[in-house]
């Protein structure tokens, strides 16, 4: 069970990285890009393929239907994505909403990849990385814990 998940994350990432690859290779035709560093452009594309990919993993197996898996991307991923601060500084919201923003893990991935490219981030890029690097560890182990048991698997 540890294999598979962790082989279905690691492949998940590597399609991650290769989408990621090709779109800055594209939009560099287009866009004028700037490269604040690399590193933190990769450690933040890995560390959120990673996470995401654990997730797909926990709601495949919790899913009955597509239309489970469908309600958790549009209510759940899509929201936290669009709460992040992807369109706007969290500088900006209320103290209260300033904190909630400061749970979200889609926050520290779009701040670190935002980092990566301008330069700029609203909080510590370590700090991110350390959040973000436990986060993708709890949500592997579940997906593996579900595998494991054979949670809704059917031979």
């Excluded at 990432?13 to 866009?31: D, Q």
């Excluded at 759940?76 to 369109?87: A, K, M, R």
């Excluded at 923003?101 to 889609?106: G, K, T, V």
Aim: hydrophobic share 55%; with cysteine.
């Amino acid at each position: 069970a540890g294999e598979i998940t962790l082989a279905t994350n690691l492949a998940a990432c590597t399609r991650s990285l290769i989408i990621a690859s090709v779109s800055i290779i594209v939009f560099s035709f287009i866009v004028d890009l700037k490269f604040h560093n690399f590193f933190y452009i990769f450690i933040y594309t890995f560390l959120g393929s990673f996470i995401l990919s654990s997730i797909g993993i926990i709601i495949g197996l919790w899913a009955e239907k597509f239309d489970h898996m469908a309600t958790v991307t549009n209510f759940l991923i899509v929201s936290l994505s669009f709460l992040s601060g992807t369109f706007y500084s969290i500088e900006r919201l209320p103290s209260v909403l300033h904190q909630i923003s400061e749970l979200n893990p889609f926050f520290y991935m779009i701040d670190g990849f935002r980092y990566g490219f301008i330069g700029t981030a609203d909080v510590s890029i370590i700090y991110g990385i350390i959040y973000l690097t436990i986060l993708s560890f709890v949500t592997w182990f579940v997906a593996y814990l579900l595998h494991k048991r054979g949670y809704k698997i059917k031979f």
